[in-house]
T-cell receptor, first 111, second 113 residues
Framework: DGGITQSPKYLFRKEGQNVTLSCEQN?????MYWYRQDPGQGLRLIYY???????QKGDIAEGYSVSREKKESFPLTVTSAQKNPTAFYLC??????????FGQGTRLTVV | DQQVKQNSPSLSVQEGRISILNCDYT??????FLWYKKYPAEGPTFLIS?????DKNEDGRFTVFLNKSAKHLSLHIVPSQPGDSAVYFC????????????FGTGTRLKVLA
């Protein structure tokens, strides 16, 4: 079945730790995206990549890092520099210019 | 600066009636608009889209209208069903050809049985 898989579904991080959220797609999409959702807010763009080995910052990239070494994979690292990392993180992919398809999300909680 | 705005945080509609969700945007470079439906703790699901060369697109019970001069789009759901209760996000893309999607803050629709 084609789709986008995010893992883990729930993630707990201690203060000062880096954590990496996984996103894999088998839709053969060129573009991939990371969004963050906070209660009462929309989806805010963290990073996006339109092609392998290339990515751009979104609106709230500070404290995050990404890599795009393979077409299928776009992992997001939440670093200790991110001051408010507790949120719901969503990964998406698309054929450029068409609708984006989303994964089921990862809920990250700082403990 | 919010480029895509959904000014109604919530909407309640009786089952069988029409639901109208609204969205405004500020950037005239947007040329592709989308609506997504989202349940809590799940990823958004694509509903319907419209290109800026059109003013209407229909798919079953869902119709999206685009008014470019007013920089406004709306999603009509007819007839509304209890299963339509969810948060609806509008999104826009095409800004500077980068194909990134800018989302509104969402409208929570509740369809009352």
């Amino acid at each position: 079945d084609g789709g986008i898989t995010q893992s883990p579904k729930y993630l707990f991080r201690k203060e000062g730790q880096n954590v990496t959220l996984s996103c894999e797609q088998n839709l053969n999409h060129d573009a991939m995206y990371w969004y963050r959702q906070d209660p009462g807010q929309g989806l805010r763009l963290i990073y996006y990549s339109q092609i392998v080995n290339d990515f751009q910052k979104g609106d709230i990239a500070e404290g995050y890092s990404v890599s795009r070494e393979k077409k299928e994979s776009f992992p997001l690292t939440v670093t200790s520099a991110q001051k408010n990392p507790t949120a719901f993180y969503l990964c998406a992919s698309s054929i450029r210019g068409l609708e984006a398809f989303f994964g089921q999300g990862t809920r990250l909680t700082v403990v | 600066d919010q480029q895509v705005k959904q000014n109604s945080p919530s909407l309640s509609v009786q089952e069988g009636r029409i639901s109208i969700l609204n969205c405004d945007y500020t950037n005239s470079m947007f040329d592709y608009f989308l609506w997504y439906k989202k349940y809590p703790a799940e990823g958004p699901t694509f509903l319907i889209s419209i290109s800026s060369i059109k003013d209407k697109n229909e798919d079953g019970r869902f119709t999206v209208f685009l008014n470019k001069s007013a920089k406004h789009l709306s999603l009509h759901i007819v007839p509304s069903q209890p299963g339509d209760s969810a948060v609806y996000f509008c999104a826009a893309s095409g800004q500077s050809g980068t194909y990134k999607y800018i989302f509104g803050t969402g409208t929570r629709l509740k369809v009352l049985a």
